[in-house]
């Protein structure tokens, strides 16, 4: 036969297959969420997440160290109080005391310039109804008033020693909010990692039980409808506007095509966010024997990054770190 267009000539041999492989991942595109709960006194497994843990402050720091020697870009930080130290405003936030604030001022010192710390901005941890947010006297949560909560979080967490605070809140203009109130008091080099689009999904499931989340109801009145794809340009657009540092899509897989277009638009670097639910499927597939464990957790931190996320939080960061070098 001759004549015909012969696509598998470029997929011949592995050297081939190298040569001309579009799309890479490495270790320094890989971000790891981390959990550190207050009360601890070492690690704690997450039954709906196995192999990921909550942390004491040691264990965090000792977690930390080994990620970033395994040459993971930066570690995402969320803090988890002890229930009775959450209330309606989400005080522990913004105290410096706080379990997420204190993790951070050791972490700073330990791993510090090492890595870029990272502070998840956001009150659901912190609230005893579980909002992201402070509510108003009909129960609905208040923009405004969430957005001074807001920048009395970031500028606690930018004190003690974040690089980059990750806004995931979804309240309008908490970007610019946030931007300004860093400005005002030292902290213009703390930058912003901005949840553009962040969807209200049911894949987020494993990790309100990771950080013990009392949230009744849903967000849907504020994260996205995962019907839409144009208000995600425009949320981009804002952020764009506001100051974002970095832009993230949350979910990646069952979001992909938003991922394109994001990055497509985007004039800073744009993050993708593998979030519990995506860990938890592949690892209980995997577990039965249905899957390839190795196989699906890289090519799906692949895919991710084709759409277009030049930054991947997974909570596989410093596994396949390991698996990369
Ligand atoms: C909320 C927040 C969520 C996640 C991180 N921060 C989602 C939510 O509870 O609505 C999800 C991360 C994951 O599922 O891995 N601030």
């Given at each position: 036969?001759?004549?015909?267009?012969?696509?598998?000539?470029?997929?011949?041999?592995?050297?081939?297959?190298?040569?001309?492989?579009?799309?890479?991942?490495?270790?320094?595109?890989l971000v790891l969420p981390m959990f550190v709960a207050d009360g601890?006194?070492?690690?704690?497994?997450?039954?709906?997440?196995?192999?990921?843990?909550?942390?004491?402050?040691?264990?965090?720091?000792?977690?930390?160290?080994?990620a970033v020697t395994a040459g993971v870009g930066g570690l995402m930080i969320f803090g988890v109080p002890k229930p009775e130290d959450k209330d309606a405003n989400g005080t522990q936030a913004s105290?410096?005391?706080?379990?997420?604030?204190?993790?951070?001022?050791?972490?700073?010192?330990?791993?510090?310039?090492?890595?870029?710390?990272?502070?998840?901005?956001?009150?659901?941890?912190?609230?005893?109804?579980?909002?992201?947010?402070?509510?108003?006297?009909?129960?609905?949560?208040?923009?405004?008033a969430t957005l001074d909560r807001y920048v009395e979080m970031a500028r606690a967490q930018a004190a003690a020693g974040a690089h980059l605070l990750g806004a995931s809140g979804m309240m309008d203009g908490q970007v610019g909010a946030i931007r300004l109130g860093l400005d005002s008091e030292g902290f213009a080099d703390t930058g912003i990692l901005a949840y553009a689009a962040k969807y209200a999904s049911a894949f987020y499931g494993p990790f309100r039980e990771a950080v013990g989340s009392s949230l009744q109801g849903d967000r849907r009145t504020y994260q996205q409808d995962p019907a839409n794809r144009r208000e995600a340009i425009r949320e981009l657009d804002l952020d764009l506007a506001e100051g974002a540092d970095i832009v993230m899509v949350k979910p990646a897989m069952s979001y992909l095509d938003i991922l394109r277009e994001v990055a497509d638009r985007s004039t800073v670097p744009v993050s993708a966010y593998q979030i519990s639910g995506e860990y938890a499927m592949i690892t209980a597939a995997a577990e039965r024997g249905w899957i390839d464990r190795r196989g699906a957790i890289l090519e799906s931190l692949l895919s991710i990054r084709r759409a277009g996320a030049d930054i991947v939080l997974t909570y596989w960061a410093a596994e396949a770190a390991h698996w990369l070098v």
């Amino acid at each position: 036969m001759t004549g015909i267009d012969r696509p598998r000539r470029l997929r011949r041999t592995p050297a081939m297959r190298r040569l001309v492989a579009e799309t890479s991942l490495e270790p320094r595109q890989l971000v790891l969420p981390m959990f550190v709960a207050d009360g601890l006194d070492g690690p704690r497994d997450i039954s709906s997440m196995p192999g990921v843990q909550q942390h004491s402050i040691d264990s965090l720091c000792k977690a930390a160290d080994a990620a970033v020697t395994a040459g993971v870009g930066g570690l995402m930080i969320f803090g988890v109080p002890k229930p009775e130290d959450k209330d309606a405003n989400g005080t522990q936030a913004s105290d410096p005391d706080g379990i997420l604030n204190r993790a951070l001022r050791r972490l700073s010192a330990e791993v510090g310039d090492a890595t870029v710390l990272m502070a998840d901005t956001c009150l659901d941890e912190f609230t005893d109804h579980g909002h992201c947010g402070v509510l108003a006297a009909d129960g609905s949560v208040d923009n405004d008033a969430t957005l001074d909560r807001y920048v009395e979080m970031a500028r606690a967490q930018a004190a003690a020693g974040a690089h980059l605070l990750g806004a995931s809140g979804m309240m309008d203009g908490q970007v610019g909010a946030i931007r300004l109130g860093l400005d005002s008091e030292g902290f213009a080099d703390t930058g912003i990692l901005a949840y553009a689009a962040k969807y209200a999904s049911a894949f987020y499931g494993p990790f309100r039980e990771a950080v013990g989340s009392s949230l009744q109801g849903d967000r849907r009145t504020y994260q996205q409808d995962p019907a839409n794809r144009r208000e995600a340009i425009r949320e981009l657009d804002l952020d764009l506007a506001e100051g974002a540092d970095i832009v993230m899509v949350k979910p990646a897989m069952s979001y992909l095509d938003i991922l394109r277009e994001v990055a497509d638009r985007s004039t800073v670097p744009v993050s993708a966010y593998q979030i519990s639910g995506e860990y938890a499927m592949i690892t209980a597939a995997a577990e039965r024997g249905w899957i390839d464990r190795r196989g699906a957790i890289l090519e799906s931190l692949l895919s991710i990054r084709r759409a277009g996320a030049d930054i991947v939080l997974t909570y596989w960061a410093a596994e396949a770190a390991h698996w990369l070098v």
